[in-house]
């Protein structure tokens, strides 16, 4: 009960953990917490090997008390730790911080790795008992967190996971630690209940909801919360959301309510019930489709404050469907903003990720309208996948229009030129896969002071129609950027750019003759981007880097927003990672020399390394290969782990029992089926979108659970293998096999943006194919049992 509860306790932690990331920081440096809580169970291993007695399993009681308090005590001082990305661009020191952010929050998984690596090592022969037990409780973990915080903040989320780990210490402890145990449960209620200012979260400075509060007469409104995300309504002068306004209109725009999305992204709720403010609309270049096109029939994907969605109605438009990725924002201006916003999600809006909803049926549309702006311009991490933009994505929408149907995409401008680039080359590729040539004939661009609108038709552009184009653009006084048989001196007229470098991007992107020379020369990687590795925002080129740091006014702040700050995380890990499996082996060199056993056990050591790099290899690979299904970064995360780490228990459990099921047949077992998952997934994942979220969920369950049910079996397999060699060595092999674990999420990004995650899949196969052979090679050596080595 003791290592379920712990186990529970530390998947919950992680997840929430990841939440906190999400919020204080950016969700995409939550890659960071698998690393951080695979570096405590590691060096829970060091220990346990440089310190015999600590192996007591009558210490485990104190090591649950510990638990207990580090908890609590890891957020509250994490919390403290003045690191913020933005700031890394003039301050070195900041990458000091992250170092004490692993060493802080490892504290929890640290305590746990003693629990259960103490139990391994007094168990050994029941090591599929005991991890089973821990699999079980970390899967149970990722579902009921998702539970809690449906009802509380990942901030109070910290306090109920202490409760529940000093409960456990009730159970094992005696005496004085019972005492204390009570009068720390106490204490963690009085903190979940008056909430001192030292455990609120602390958000970074330089999110958007901060810098938004700043401004004079800013006000905070209300806070929103689910499992998956944080809303603030405010209101600010910054919420003037207009994107690409024509200079040319004047007058006052309408009420505006500011949001942001886990304190970053900004948007607006626009008061909608005078109609007179609304005549902007008209002037924006989103309006564009609306004035030239049929609009019978439009989707709007992603509407946010619902801005797109009003120009459809100003523009007449009869059916308006609507489909918004996050369910929260639905509830919020249905139920607190129906009035103010006009009713604008009162029918035909949806839930989900557009291109999966689409998938459902078979309707088409005139106009479906995309949207990649808040009301301030922001890049995106280069690390943070995005399955909206790839080609397939692409194939989805294009294949959705009527035959003289218009996709429209509004983004803003980001100078150098590589968003709209990339944006450009990969919709050219969707549509050369869909058979259609001379893609020029078929897409409009025209620009503004501060954005672009890219028109895709899924027919040739008529006379009329470019005509109408052409009085839009003057009359708001926009530019044109391209158009089919547009000139040169017809670009760059209103907003005048000292080069016209948009013209001829374009032009070349446009031209099949010139189009792979502008790819393979340009300062930046345009390429199309596929659903394998969805990185779309990542654009450095390593042979670039002098020149990108130059034209970048020379600050490293786009690097580190690019992705560049993994290096450097991995370096410090990778560094910590040595020390403590290497203090182990410095330790072991004061045995008798002629003790020649710890030789032949490097490949069972091996092993246990290999199995770190291949299960987090195939798990990551898992989650982002289910993001797409599943529609949201958060349900994948914890399906596919309460799946993965359920079945594995049972795996663990069965082979406590089944003869046959022995760490050489499983680790073949899992290296074949992740070959056959990485071919599986993406096609299964059709079939998936056509389905409820419940029934998704229910599917990817079971789907993994085979996969999952092996990779459950070769860690425990190999360490009864140890305990009946050498017993003193398992809590070496967990640090192994933690510390090796620690590296791969790092190592899984990196290696994605490289070759994609089905590469990544295969190098998993890999590890565990490696893990089979080095279990070969040592149960074909010959082989002392403890009892037989010499003396220490």
């Given amino acids: 009960m003791v290592i379920f509860l712990s186990s529970f306790c530390g998947l919950a932690y992680e997840l929430t953990l990841i939440r906190i990331f999400s919020i204080s920081l950016w969700y995409h440096f939550a890659f960071m917490i698998i690393s951080i809580a695979m570096l405590g169970l590691g060096a829970s291993g060091t220990i346990l090997s440089l310190y015999p007695r600590l192996r007591n399993p009558s210490h485990i009681a104190m090591y649950t008390f510990l638990l207990g308090v580090s908890i609590p005590l890891s957020y509250v001082l994490s919390n403290q730790i003045p690191f913020d990305p933005v700031r890394l661009s003039w301050e070195r020191t900041q990458l000091l911080y992250i170092g004490l952010y692993y060493i802080t929050l490892s504290l929890p998984f640290f305590c746990i790795g003693l629990i259960v690596a103490t139990a391994f090592a007094s168990l050994s022969e029941k090591s599929g008992l005991v991890y089973g037990a821990d699999l079980l409780g970390a899967g149970m973990g990722s579902m009921g967190i998702l539970y809690v915080m449906t009802i509380m903040g990942p901030d109070k989320v910290v306090f109920i996971l202490a409760l529940i780990a000093l409960s456990a210490s009730l159970i094992v402890s005696k005496n004085w630690l019972r005492a204390i145990s009570l009068v720390l449960i106490l204490t963690a209620l009085s903190f979940f209940f008056f909430q001192p200012s030292v455990t609120k979260l602390r958000m970074s400075l330089y999110k958007g909801l901060q810098l938004a509060l700043k401004y004079p007469g800013a006000e905070h409104i209300k806070t929103y919360l689910s499992p998956f995300s944080r809303i603030d309504t405010f209101r600010s002068p910054v919420v003037r959301f207009a994107p690409g306004l024509s200079l040319r209109y004047l007058h006052p725009l309408p009420e505006q309510i500011g949001f942001s999305i886990d304190?970053?992204?900004?948007?607006?709720?626009?008061?909608?019930?005078?109609?007179?403010?609304?005549?902007?609309?008209?002037?924006?270049?989103?309006?564009?489709?609306?004035?030239?096109?049929?609009?019978?029939?439009?989707?709007?994907?992603?509407?946010?404050?619902?801005?797109?969605?009003?120009?459809?109605?100003?523009?007449?438009?009869?059916?308006?469907?609507?489909?918004?990725?996050?369910?929260?924002?639905?509830?919020?201006?249905?139920?607190?903003?129906?009035?103010?916003?006009?009713?604008?999600?009162?029918?035909?809006?949806?839930?989900?990720?557009?291109?999966?909803?689409?998938?459902?049926?078979?309707?088409?549309?005139?106009?479906?309208?995309?949207?990649?702006?808040?009301?301030?311009?922001?890049?995106?991490?280069?690390?943070?996948?995005d399955y909206r933009f790839?080609?397939?994505?692409?194939?989805?929408?294009?294949?959705?229009?009527?035959?003289?149907?218009?996709?429209?995409?509004?983004?803003?401008?980001?100078?150098?030129?590589?968003?709209?680039?990339?944006?450009?080359?990969?919709?050219?590729?969707?549509?050369?896969?869909?058979?259609?040539?001379?893609?020029?004939?078929?897409?409009?661009?025209?620009?503004?002071?501060?954005?672009?609108?890219?028109?895709?038709?899924?027919?040739p552009f008529t006379l009329n129609e470019l005509n109408?184009?052409?009085?839009?653009?003057?009359?708001?006084?926009?530019?044109?950027?391209?158009?089919?048989?547009?000139?040169?001196?017809?670009?760059?007229?209103?907003?005048?750019?000292?080069s016209n470098e948009y013209f001829t991007a374009f032009k070349n992107a446009l031209n099949p003759e010139t189009r792979e020379k502008l790819v393979n020369d340009y300062l930046f990687d345009i390429r199309p981007v596929h659903d394998d590795d969805p990185f779309f925002h990542y654009y450095l080129r390593l042979k670039n880097i002098g020149a990108i740091y130059r034209i970048m006014g020379e600050k490293w702040q786009y690097f580190i927003e690019e992705g560049y700050i993994l290096p450097a995380v991995f370096i410090q890990v990778l560094f910590l990672s040595l020390v403590l499996v290497m203090l182990p082996a410095?330790?072991?060199?004061?045995?008798?020399?002629?003790?020649?056993?710890?030789?032949?056990?490097?490949?069972?050591?091996?092993?246990?390394?290999?199995?770190?790099?291949?299960?987090?290899?195939?798990?990551?690979?898992?989650?982002?290969?289910?993001?797409?299904?599943?529609?949201?970064?958060?349900?994948?995360?914890?399906t596919v782990l309460t799946s993965i780490l359920v079945s594995s228990g049972i795996g663990s459990l069965f082979s406590q029992r089944v003869i046959g099921l022995t760490g050489s047949v499983a680790t073949l077992a899992i290296s074949f089926l992740a070959i056959i998952y990485s071919f599986f997934l993406p096609e299964v994942s059709d079939f998936l979108s056509l389905h409820s979220m419940p029934v998704k969920i229910i599917l990817v369950f079971l789907i993994l659970m085979p996969l999952g049910f092996f990779m459950g079996i070769p860690f425990p397999s190999g360490l009864k293998i140890l305990g009946r060699i050498d017993n003193s060595l398992i809590p070496w092999a967990w640090a192994i096999n933690g510390c090796l674990s620690v590296l791969a999420p790092i190592m899984t990004i990196m290696l994605a943006m490289a070759i994609g995650f089905k590469g990544v899949f295969w190098l998993g196969a890999l590890a565990y194919l490696m893990a089979f052979t080095t279990l070969t090679l040592f149960s074909s050596a010959p082989h002392r049992s403890s009892a037989q080595r010499l003396p220490e």
């Fill in 263 to 385: 304190g970053g992204d900004i948007n607006a709720i626009t008061a909608s019930g005078d109609p007179r403010p609304l005549a902007f609309l008209k002037y924006l270049p989103s309006f564009l489709p609306y004035e030239i096109g049929q609009k019978d029939d439009v989707l709007i994907l992603d509407p946010k404050g619902g801005l797109q969605v009003l120009v459809a109605q100003m523009a007449g438009a009869k059916n308006v469907s609507k489909i918004e990725s996050n369910p929260l924002l639905v509830e919020i201006i249905r139920k607190d903003y129906k009035e103010f916003s006009g009713n604008i999600f009162g029918d035909n809006t949806y839930s989900g990720l557009g291109r999966s909803w689409l998938k459902t049926g078979k309707r088409k549309f005139d106009i479906i309208d995309i949207s990649l702006m808040g009301t301030m311009p922001s890049a995106s991490f280069g690390i943070s996948e």
């Fill in 468 to 498: 109408a184009i052409k009085k839009f653009s003057r009359d708001r006084r926009f530019d044109l950027i391209h158009y089919p048989g547009i000139k040169e001196e017809e670009s760059n007229i209103y907003v005048r750019m000292p």
């Fill in 586 to 638: 410095v330790a072991k060199r004061r045995v008798d020399k002629k003790d020649r056993l710890k030789l032949r056990l490097n490949p069972i050591l091996a092993y246990f390394a290999f199995l770190g790099i291949g299960f987090m290899f195939v798990e990551i690979s898992l989650i982002q290969k289910t993001i797409l299904p599943l529609e949201n970064p958060s349900y994948a995360m914890a």
């Fill in 390 to 459: 790839t080609i397939e994505a692409f194939n989805e929408y294009i294949g959705h229009l009527k035959p003289d149907g218009l996709l429209s995409i509004n983004l803003f401008i980001l100078p150098p030129p590589r968003i709209e680039l990339r944006l450009l080359n990969t919709i050219i590729a969707s549509m050369e896969e869909m058979g259609i040539k001379k893609t020029a004939k078929y897409i409009v661009v025209i620009r503004t002071w501060g954005n672009i609108c890219i028109l895709v038709k899924k027919s």
